[in-house]
C-alpha cells in the first residue's frame, strides 16, 4: 500500500524557518511527482510547490517564490519543503501528494496523499 507520511511542522514565530519532510513507501518513489499543498481554516486547498521525477523542474505558486524550496533524495524516497521568511499568512495544514505522470505540475492528477502537518506562523 502507498503511504506518505508527512514530518516537521509546528509553531514558528514570523520570519522564521521550517523543514517540512514526507517519506513514501509502497510506490516507486522514483517515477512520481511529488507535490505539496496547503489548506487553512475556511480555504479551499492550494498548490504550494511541485517537482518532477527526476528533480529536474519545480514549480511554485507566487506567493511562495524565492521564500520555499522544494527538493527530493529518490535515495530515500524523501521529499522536502523549505520554508523561510514565513508569514502568518503560510499558517495552514500542509499535505504531501504524488502523481503517476511524474510533472509535479499544479495541474496534475495527485493521487496520493498524506495525512497532513500543521504549521503555525505567528505574529
Known amino acids: 500500500q502507498v503511504k506518505l507520511v508527512e514530518s516537521g511542522g509546528g509553531l514558528v514565530q514570523a520570519g522564521g524557518s521550517l523543514r517540512l519532510s514526507c517519506a513514501a513507501s509502497?510506490?516507486?518513489?522514483?517515477?512520481?511527482?511529488m507535490g505539496w499543498f496547503r489548506q487553512a481554516p475556511g480555504k479551499e486547498r492550494e498548490f504550494v510547490a511541485g517537482i518532477r521525477w527526476n528533480g529536474a523542474n519545480t514549480n511554485y505558486r507566487d506567493s511562495v517564490k524565492g521564500r520555499f524550496t522544494i527538493s527530493r533524495d529518490n535515495a530515500k524516497n524523501t521529499v522536502f519543503l523549505q520554508m523561510n521568511s514565513l508569514k502568518p499568512e503560510d499558517t495552514a495544514v500542509y499535505y504531501c501528494?504524488?502523481?503517476?505522470?511524474?510533472?509535479?505540475?499544479?495541474?496534475?492528477?495527485?493521487?496520493?496523499w498524506g495525512q497532513g502537518t500543521q504549521v503555525t506562523v505567528s505574529s
Open positions: 501528494a504524488g502523481e503517476l505522470y511524474g510533472v509535479g505540475t499544479e495541474g496534475a492528477r495527485y493521487d496520493y
Open positions: 509502497g510506490l516507486i518513489f522514483r517515477t512520481y511527482g
